[in-house]
């Protein structure tokens, strides 16, 4: 019967380990279930060994299933051995990649301001270093916004219509269409 020692460490490059464990709780789970083969089933010749063993049978099934919580134990621990390796090997790979951008990124030694402020003197080197502590505004341009709300999904689709409304010679379902579009545009 395939037994795993829990006196053994889990090491990841064995294949399988957790696989193996699992078919021997099911060997183990298997082999003491009840009515796997009754009493009664004994073939002809075969004589009654509860009988002539005195209940070896139950301290048999005593054993199996004192094997099978300990494989069952078994196969916990290297769960848990397996969840924390990964966990930490995520932490490593996190910490790697924060040395990385570190290594790749500019520098910055921020150091904390005094408690009495600053000079002028560190003001105007900082302020020469860094840069006013402002945010720049993007300004985009009134006929960009513009063409950006007439050249929607929905504003093409009005589009396509109002020529369609041209050619078929539906002009005023065109003028709606045109109005529709550029009031659209223009909230």
């Not at 290594?103 to 005094?114: C, L, Q, V």
């Not at 080197?125 to 513009?146: A, R």
């Amino acid at each position: 019967m395939p037994f795993i020692n829990s006196g053994t460490d889990f090491k990841e490059e064995e294949p399988g380990i957790l696989q193996l464990a699992r078919k021997s709780l099911e060997f183990s789970r298997r082999s003491i279930e009840p009515g796997r083969r009754s009493r009664g089933s004994r073939p002809s010749g075969e004589k009654n060994k509860d009988v002539e063993l005195g209940g070896a049978d139950h301290e048999h099934e005593t054993e199996v299933a004192q094997h099978a919580k300990r494989v069952s134990m078994d196969i916990q621990r290297i769960s848990m051995e397996v969840q924390r390796k990964r966990s930490k090997d995520a932490a490593r790979a996190a910490a790697k990649a924060d040395e990385k951008e570190e290594e790749e990124g500019e520098k910055i030694d921020f150091t904390p301001a005094p408690k009495d402020g600053l000079t002028t003197a560190e003001a105007e080197e900082l302020l020469k270093k860094w840069g006013k502590n402002e945010l720049v505004e993007k300004s985009i341009p009134k006929w960009l916004i513009l063409l950006r709300l007439l050249t929607g999904p929905m504003p093409i689709m009005l589009w396509i219509a109002a020529l369609v409304e041209l050619i078929i010679g539906n002009y005023p379902d065109m003028a709606i269409l045109l109005v529709i579009q550029f009031t659209n545009a223009g909230i």
